[in-house]
């Protein structure tokens, strides 16, 4: 099956199974000498995951290796969202192989969406795998490694309507130091009848805002200057002070007589951390994001003017069939808000094709909505059906695998297209850039991404080093990247 993507940070195809290792495993005082290696497979939300779950075994003495043959323990933290996603992992977990017959005493481990999805079946299916572990039982991992330990295989795939992981600061994997991933929510009620998260993580639940300003807080103080919010539905962030366990400590200024804190609230909290903390969020869904955040964003410079506003189909049957609960018109009304409120903003979006009993005509629709919102990025994928969903359920997979490519080779195409006319519309402009590091192709240049999350390739400039913003001159353009020189 195919995905196309063009990529950005919070789904980047590059990262697809990259082994992650600790930003120093030496801080670690205890050290049992035991070494990890996890890599990371979907989302954004599972390479922070596996940044709480390196934080968790490091506590016990863990070391990370990027080497899984010289590692003690092997993870793998797995995404369901698609068939093709899961056959990925099992065709890594075979090559796991070898090393488990060089060494008896190693123990495998599958995380995360798969986990949770096959449970202890998934012990059946694999014989490699010694312990499953569903996303909200990752405070449990070193009892089921000592169960491992002792000889015995282990499951835990609870799923709780209360773990945050709001105490755990996520050590920091594969850090460039400037760019981090701040989860402010976990788990999905929204029932998309296409979806398999809201069945592998679980109910929607929020942390609790004092722990996130902190956590970006720390960030800042230690050199980050970029943060990405993430949740499968940020808009519906929502954290009550009536919330039992839940209060905060009130510490900040912001947080007094304030009993409910939504998103919009706590994009503010978060950009006041500092001017110079670029705060990013990922994912809004079109039936939750309100104009009290669009105001928010065109408020505070340093929210980034990028949403991530996936559409699915440009067809309201077809929106009704996958339970988005928004229809073509209110879709497009949100775009116009964001055009009207926010008129520099970025939008990249997701879209489905040959979703079930889609016709020519509804998908003709999805390319005219691409028409109309000339969309800078987006990630479009083959409906793939997914055991359990509601769409499994109700409807059936009708549509041949030739159609749903070609209708997708459609979408790519005209994506294509819009992404360079995005791109070719800021040539002579400036660009605000914060400096990640040199280019991939160059250490003569660096890149960075402008405030529309677009990727900025210019010349390496003795006076600036990663971490700081510049602004950059727009002279020409790749099909993804701007190329121009630093003015200031
Ligand atoms: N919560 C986010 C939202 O609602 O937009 C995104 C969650 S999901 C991890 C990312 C994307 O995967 C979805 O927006 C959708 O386009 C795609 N996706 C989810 N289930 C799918 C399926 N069964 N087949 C194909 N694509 C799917
Ligand atoms: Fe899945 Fe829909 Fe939840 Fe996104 S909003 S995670 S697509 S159920």
């Known amino acids: 099956m195919m995905d196309f993507a063009i990529p950005d940070k919070t789904h980047d195809e590059n990262r697809q199974g990259e ?96 986990a949770e ?35 015995n295989k282990a499951v835990n795939v609870l799923l709780s309507r209360e773990e ?11 850090s460039n130091g400037i760019n981090a991933f701040v989860s402010i929510m976990r788990g999905c009620d929204n029932m998309c009848s296409f979806c398999v998260v809201p069945f592998t993580r679980g109910r929607e639940r929020s942390r609790e805002p004092q722990s996130i300003v902190r956590e970006c807080t720390d960030l800042f103080n230690q ?28 510490e900040s200024e912001q947080l007094q007589d304030v009993n409910v804190v939504n998103f919009a609230n706590l994009l503010e909290m978060v950009a006041s951390v500092h001017p110079d903390l670029r ?24 929210i980034c003017n ?21 229809d073509r018109d209110w879709y497009i009304n949100r775009i116009d808000a964001i055009r009207r409120i926010i008129p520099e903003c970025a939008i990249s979006t997701d879209v489905i094709t040959g979703f079930c009993t889609e016709t ?28 359990g969903t509601l769409a499994a359920k109700r409807y059936a997979d009708d549509i041949p695998d030739q159609v749903k490519r070609n209708r997708l080779k459609e979408v790519v195409a005209k994506q294509q297209e819009h992404s360079y006319i995005r791109l070719q519309s800021q040539l002579g402009k400036v660009q605000k850039v914060l400096i990640e590091g040199f280019s991939k192709k160059s250490d003569k240049d660096y890149c960075g991404r402008s405030d529309q999350n677009a990727m900025v390739v210019f010349p390496v400039n ?17 099909t993804a990247t701007l190329i121009g020189t630093v003015i200031s």
């Open 306 to 326: 990028y949403i991530h506003l996936p559409v699915q189909s440009g067809n309201s049957r077809v929106l009704d069939l996958m339970n988005r609960t928004y």
């Open 360 to 387: 020519d005509e509804e998908h003709a629709d999805t390319l005219s909505m691409m028409d109309y919102v000339h969309y800078d990025f987006a990630y479009m994928f083959m409906y793939s059906e997914r055991p």
């Open 19 to 114: 082994a992650l290792i600790l930003e120093s495993a030496s801080q670690r005082s205890k050290n049992s000498g035991r070494k990890l290696y996890i890599e990371s497979y979907g989302c954004a939300m599972n390479f922070s995951d596996s940044e709480i779950v390196a934080s968790i075994l490091s506590d016990e003495g863990f070391e990370t290796t990027a080497d899984y043959t010289v590692a003690d323990v092997i993870f793998i933290n797995t995404c369901s969202i698609r068939e093709n996603a899961e056959q990925r992992v099992r065709n890594r977990l075979k090559e796991f192989t070898i090393a488990k017959v060089k060494n008896p005493g190693l123990v495998v481990g599958v995380l995360g969406c798969m």
């Open 164 to 174: 945050t992981y709001a105490d755990i600061s996520p050590v920091r994997l594969n």
């Open 279 to 302: 705060v990013r969020f990922s994912t809004s869904h079109p039936k939750d994001i309100t104009d009290e955040v669009l105001y928010m964003i065109a408020k505070h410079e340093n």
């Open 117 to 151: 999805r096959l449970k202890s079946k998934f012990l059946e299916e694999e014989k490699l795998v010694d312990v499953v572990v569903g996303p909200d039982a990752y405070r449990d991992l070193p009892n089921l490694i000592g169960t491992v330990d002792d000889g």
């Open 462 to 478: 003795e006076n600036y080093k990663p971490g700081q913003y510049v602004n950059v001159l727009v002279e020409r353009t790749t």
């Open 223 to 250: 050199g980050y200057r970029e943060v990405t919010l993430l949740g499968q539905n940020v808009d519906s962030y929502k954290w009550s002070s009536e919330v039992g366990s839940q209060k905060p400590e009130v």
